[in-house]
Antibody, heavy 121, light 107 residues
């Protein structure tokens, strides 16, 4: 069964850093691009970043460029999101999501349950 | 960045009725649009991809149409479990973006 489990969320002060992880199982991890999507409390979905299946390409939404870095370890079936210089507006539930096509960028068909990040002093 | 605008913000209907949700893109995205359903406390679920293709396991009462800048999600014969928030999302270029959502509520 395909599974994604996010971890690493918590309460952090503005300006500090946090690293999220997304552990995958049930599929060939190294064949799929993986996305981060977030949702602020009571708000809609915001696409954050993607990393290609082989780690060669990554893309970000403008509001996190230069502060967030997506990476993956295909030997550990794990996706990461390093978040630096955190701001109050980064407070959200962060979802990890798998792309639905191998070796391609498409849509997100498998989602984790999310991990909550709260940026507050 | 492509902006997706969904309407209406809230749609109040009764079970058995038909729901029509709209998503408009700020520029042409060809057929590169998906629809997701999200229930409270849950992750989103992919319903429709590339404008009109149902994802695996999605009931036939869900259908999508449109191309270019105007897209529609139609839900026929609403079931109680269909009342949720619906989002559209494009994959035309980076960054991907979502619409702001339409809340489908029970009348």
């Amino acid at each position: 069964q395909v599974h994604l489990v996010e971890s690493g969320g918590g309460v952090v002060q503005p300006g500090r850093s946090l690293r999220l992880s997304c552990a995958a199982s049930g599929f060939t991890f190294s064949s799929y691009a993986l996305h981060w999507v977030r949702q602020a409390p009571g708000k809609g979905l915001e696409w954050v970043a993607v990393m290609s299946y082989n780690g060669n390409d990554k893309y970000y939404t403008d509001s996190v460029k230069g502060r967030f870095t997506v990476s993956r370890d295909n030997s550990k079936n794990t996706l990461y999101l390093q978040m630096n210089s955190l701001r109050a507006e980064d407070t959200s539930v962060y979802y990890c999501a798998r792309d639905m096509r191998e070796n391609y960028y498409f849509y997100m068909d498998v989602w984790g349950k999310g991990t909550t990040v709260t940026v507050s002093s | 960045e492509i902006v997706l605008t969904q309407s209406p913000a809230t749609l109040s209907l009764s079970p058995g009725e038909r729901a029509t949700l709209s998503c408009r893109a700020s520029q042409s995205i060809r057929l590169y649009l998906a629809w997701y359903q999200q229930k409270p406390g849950q992750a989103p679920r992919l319903l429709i991809y590339d404008a009109s293709n149902r994802a695996t396991g999605i009931p036939a009462r869900f259908s999508g149409s449109g191309s270019g800048t105007d897209f529609t999600l139609t839900i026929n014969n609403l079931e109680p479990e269909d009342f949720a928030v619906y989002y559209c999302q494009h994959r035309s270029n980076w960054p991907y973006t979502f619409g702001q959502g339409t809340k489908l509520e029970i009348k």
